[in-house]
């Protein structure tokens, strides 16, 4: 699903590099937790694997396709039919309601939208399995986002990541400003509904207490050549 090989990125060549990792490989449905102490180069990367970020050299591979091949406008495309993103702020806007957020990546992406559809008839009746399966209220699903707690909004950014089953979702940070019965308990929701449809899933966090609900683990100052040199 997705092949990392001889990796090397920094932010100015006159500088040390930030990322510099020789193999990664994660394959479907995996579920990997991806830690770090602040600074070691976790968005980076994540950077790297969606395709925002060009590498020096290397190659990074998703779905069979080589990322760094593409010229900028296929790399979106790409990450809009393929990636499901959940930010650590969310990123919802709060000008729509919830169900409108979940369904906007259809809008976007004729391959998840037509999934989506197969799925459930219409988008916003996926929408409604989503956000029910995500324990969204249904009295809520056409308020405002910002009407919502912390771990509601959170919820709607994982349905919205979720919706037209991409084949990869990546969570950067997702439960920073959830307490410890909140963080677990969306992490499982998450997990449910990535079986269900073989969804591969990159989490990443500083906190490694969450590691252990997780298939695979990567250390990333360990796996980045990087920042054992000191970069």
């Known amino acids: 699903m997705l092949t990392i090989q001889d990796l090397k990125f920094g932010w100015l060549k006159s500088q040390p590099?930030?990322?510099?990792?020789?193999?990664?490989?994660?394959?479907?449905?995996?579920?990997?937790?991806?830690?770090?102490?602040s600074g070691c180069g976790k968005s980076t990367l994540l950077g790297l694997m969606t395709g925002i970020n060009q590498p020096y050299s290397g190659t990074i591979s998703m779905l069979g396709k080589e990322l760094t091949a593409l010229k900028g406008s296929q790399r979106d495309h790409f990450r809009a039919d393929h990636l499901g993103y959940i930010f650590q702020q969310f990123n919802l806007l709060p000008y729509l309601s919830v169900i409108e957020n979940v369904t906007l990546p259809c809008f976007f992406s004729k391959v998840r939208k037509n999934k989506a559809l197969a799925s459930s008839g219409s988008l916003e009746q996926e929408a409604k399995r989503l956000l029910s399966h995500l324990e969204i209220p249904t009295q809520l699903i056409h308020r405002q986002v910002t009407e919502l707690s912390i771990g509601q909004q959170q919820r709607v950014a994982a349905a919205r990541a979720l919706i037209g089953k991409p084949?990869?979702?990546?969570?950067?940070?997702?439960?920073?400003?959830?307490?410890?019965?909140?963080?677990?308990?969306?992490?499982?929701?998450?997990?449910?509904?990535?079986?269900?449809?073989?969804?591969?899933?990159?989490?990443?966090?500083?906190?490694?207490?969450?590691q252990g609900l997780f298939d695979h683990q990567i250390d990333l100052p360990t796996l980045n050549k990087a920042t054992q040199t000191g970069a």
Request: proline content about 3%; hydrophobic content about 40%.
């Open 17 to 37: 590099l930030t990322i510099e990792i020789d193999h990664l490989s994660i394959n479907k449905g995996d579920k990997v937790f991806l830690k770090g102490p």
């Open 167 to 210: 084949e990869f979702i990546i969570a950067d940070e997702p439960t920073s400003s959830l307490d410890t019965d909140a963080r677990e308990s969306f992490i499982k929701l998450l997990f449910n509904e990535c079986v269900e449809t073989d969804i591969s899933l990159i989490f990443v966090s500083h906190d490694a207490s969450l």
